[in-house]
């Protein structure tokens, strides 16, 4: 068996084109939509990953604000920024480009956002929200795998999913996500003794433990999804994901390639949620 490969890049291309004209209509309407970025010190990465979500609004129609603030910014300046930027009418989605410095307590500032601004989901409302299914936005890499899952009419129910990675952020959100549309859910993590055999019973196997080539054929069960979301650069500059891609390719029945797997699914579904909070506004004004 040779895998169906699931171009990420595809999927978000047409998932923004529905986006950009959903933004059309909105602004047709009055205003776009507006993400408001923070960005608190200098560091190289994560002025990256700021650059390509305001050009991927820019691309789309929605109107970015780059917040950009020094180092030794206090947390109160922090916390009054996002204050200002929770009452501000032109605003609907707020993202706080983490890591955070040392100094200010990550959850304080996070928890500040108003949830109905917390576009990445990571406000302690929208994160219990995956479990009782109330919360306002889904956190975006997790959505971006079920986005992906979707589009390939891949079914969860009653499936046998194993996440391999527990973070807050990808692995534990993922899970629940999945749980939540009625999949046998097993989640492993670095103390798991025995990965392959939780690995080989999964139909869908999503991987993020940042371990490059950590999952190898024989830990897959013929057949099964494997979605790779580890994203690994080698000494060489290469960027590898945290599956045996040539390899696990050959059992699969669909494989994600890195790049150009989940990684364009995250900043499309920052877009979707930023523009799904304008829609929201707009229909409890009336419009
Ligand atoms: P993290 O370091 O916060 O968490 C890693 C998780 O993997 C932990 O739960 C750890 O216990 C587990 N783990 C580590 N080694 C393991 C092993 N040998 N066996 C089993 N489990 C193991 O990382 P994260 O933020 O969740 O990110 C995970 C990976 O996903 C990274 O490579 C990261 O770059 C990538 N990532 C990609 C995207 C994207 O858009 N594609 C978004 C976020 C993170």
């Given amino acids: 068996m040779t ?3 699931i171009d990420g890049r595809l999927v978000a291309r047409k998932l923004r084109a529905e986006y950009a004209e959903r933004v059309k209509a ?19 990465a994560s002025q990256v990953y700021v650059r390509n979500k305001v050009k991927a609004c820019a691309d789309i129609g929605i ?3 780059f917040i950009g603030l020094g180092a ?3 947390q109160a300046t922090l916390l009054q920024t996002v204050d200002d930027l929770n009452a501000d009418r032109a605003v609907d989605g707020i993202l706080i480009q983490l890591p955070l410095p040392a100094h200010i307590d990550i959850r304080a500032v996070l928890e500040r956002i108003s949830v109905e601004k917390d576009v990445d989901g990571f406000h302690l409302y929208n ?76 139909d869908i196997l999503v991987v993020a433990a ?35 891609f040539e390899g696990v390719r050959q059992k699969a029945s669909y494989i994600t390639p890195v790049p150009g797997g989940v990684g364009p699914m995250t900043v499309t579904m920052l877009l979707h949620n930023t523009l799904v909070s304008a829609e929201r506004t707009l229909a409890a004004a009336g419009g």
């Fill in 72 to 74: 030794e910014t206090t």
């Fill in 127 to 202: 994160v219990g929200g995956l479990v009782t299914g109330s919360t306002v936005f889904s956190p975006c890499t997790p959505y971006g795998v079920q986005k992906l899952l979707e589009h390939e009419n891949i079914e969860v129910a009653g499936k046998n999913v194993v996440v391999v990675g527990a973070s807050n952020i990808v692995g534990k959100p993922t899970a629940l996500m999945l749980m939540s549309q009625d999949a046998t859910v097993c989640i492993c993590h670095k103390k798991t003794r025995d990965l392959a055999q939780f690995t080989l019973l999964a």
């Fill in 3 to 5: 895998a169906q490969i």
């Fill in 210 to 244: 940042g371990v490059p080539g950590l999952i190898v054929p024989q830990m897959v069960k013929t057949g099964a999804v494997v979605i790779d979301v580890g994203i690994n650069r080698l000494p060489d500059g290469r960027i590898i994901g945290d599956v045996d």
């Fill in 63 to 65: 109107e970015s604000r």
């Fill in 26 to 44: 909105l602004t047709a309407h009055g205003r776009a939509p507006g993400l408001a970025v923070i960005l608190v010190g200098d560091s190289a």
